[in-house]
């Protein structure tokens, strides 16, 4: 089972910070949250990762709280390809052993 | 650099037929995964290997789903015979663990139907 809880889906109008939820309750200390997002037809894209102080990168920011327990995903200025399922992960990230589980996503929708 | 190759990239059968898949991962990622993704479902780990040792199966029906890495390169994935709810997208992933980082790379998979 995944150790992550996302609402099924969401919705965003084009230009609109996107804020994605995730509950991830359970995490253990040296467990790090991934983001990964599967646009119709491609194969899921890795977007970002942390441990639990805040990063940002090109295509998004995280967010994620003092006690680990959830996480944010932000795509400041969402637009029409944006849209896609969202995957919120959890997974050891020095070990290659380590499980990726996905769950179902959020589908999220952007309205032009 | 190039990504994760996947063929063939659409493949229609009947039940009880046989199909292959086929994976080349990126260069020099030593772990390789195969997943099922059914309509409308997340990604469902099959197997996960580590070089050309399995790591991780227990998600595979081994009565009929096989896969092997031969040489820790490349690696097919092979259903005999299939079932309807065989249907699903096949994709193959592969990582390198660096700079704490452990990222999956995913090819566009490989849609099987199953008639």
């Known amino acids: 089972d995944a150790k992550t809880t996302q609402p099924p889906s969401m919705d965003c109008a084009e230009g609109r910070a996107a804020n994605l939820p995730c509950n991830h309750s359970?995490?253990?200390?040296?467990?790090?949250v991934y983001w990964y997002r599967q646009i119709h037809s491609q194969g899921p894209q890795y977007i970002i990762h942390?441990?639990?102080n805040n990063e940002t990168n090109e295509m998004a920011s995280l967010i994620i709280t003092e006690d680990r327990k959830s996480s944010t995903l932000i795509l400041p200025h969402a637009t029409l390809r944006d849209t896609a399922v969202y995957y919120c992960?959890?997974?050891?990230?020095?070990?290659?052993?380590?499980?990726?589980?996905f769950g179902s996503g959020t589908r999220l929708s952007i309205r032009p | 650099e190039a990504g994760v190759a996947q063929s063939p990239r659409y493949k229609i059968i009947e039940k009880r037929q046989s199909v292959a898949f086929w994976c080349n991962p990126i260069?020099?990622?030593?772990?390789l995964y195969w997943y099922q993704q059914i309509l409308g479902q997340g990604p469902k780990l099959l197997i996960q290997?580590?070089?050309?040792?399995?790591?991780?199966d227990s998600q595979l029906p081994k009565d009929r789903f096989s896969a092997e890495r031969l040489k820790g390169v490349d690696s097919t994935l092979k259903i005999q015979p299939a079932k309807l709810e065989d249907s699903a997208v096949y994709l193959c992933?592969?990582?390198?663990?660096?700079?704490?980082?452990?990222?999956?790379?995913f090819g566009a998979g490989s849609r099987l139907t199953v008639l």
């Open positions: 992933a592969s990582s390198l663990v660096s700079s704490g980082a452990n990222v999956l790379t």
């Open positions: 992960i959890v997974r050891l990230s020095y070990s290659s052993a380590s499980k990726i589980i």
């Open positions: 359970t995490i253990s200390g040296n467990e790090y």
């Open positions: 290997f580590q070089n050309n040792g399995v790591v991780d």
């Open positions: 942390g441990l639990k």
């Open positions: 260069s020099g990622h030593a772990t």
